[in-house]
Nanobody, 122 residues
Framework: VQLQASGGGLVQAGGSLRLSCAAS????????LAWFRQAPGKEREFVAA????????YYTDSVKGRFTISRDNAKNTVYLQMNSLKPEDTADYYC????????????????WGQGTLVTVSS
């Protein structure tokens, strides 16, 4: 499985970005897709995840109400719409894949894309 993340950039606080992650190599609709992020000097943390069908989503508390994860199984792509961005959202954002259920532990994910950098200026 290969994952290609894109959409990062520099934005002012209060602005919006949409990240995309395109997957290839196996049946996409069977898989849980998640976004993680890692800020400089910090551990990688869970951001959001979505089930294979798209009916179930899960967010870390700090992004609830601001970020929305979605997927288009026809395009093998998962999205992360990020609104009301804050400087503390600055990080490298990674997409990841696993089978079966949504979990928030990075070690449970089998495949990872490269990071896409999001920088939020104050």
């Amino acid at each position: 499985v290969q994952l290609q993340a894109s959409g990062g950039g520099l934005v002012q606080a209060g602005g919006s970005l949409r990240l995309s992650c395109a997957a290839s190599g196996r049946t996409f609709s069977d898989l849980v897709l998640a976004w993680f992020r890692q800020a400089p000097g910090k551990e990688r943390e869970f951001v959001a995840a979505i089930s294979g069908s798209g009916r179930s989503t899960y967010y870390t508390d700090s992004v609830k109400g601001r970020f929305t994860i979605s997927r288009d199984n026809a395009k093998n792509t998962v999205y992360l719409q990020m609104n009301s961005l804050k400087p503390e959202d600055t990080a490298d954002y990674y997409c990841a894949i696993r089978n079966f259920t949504i979990v928030r532990f990075s070690y449970a994910y089998d495949y990872w894309g490269q990071g896409t950098l999001v920088t939020v200026s104050s």
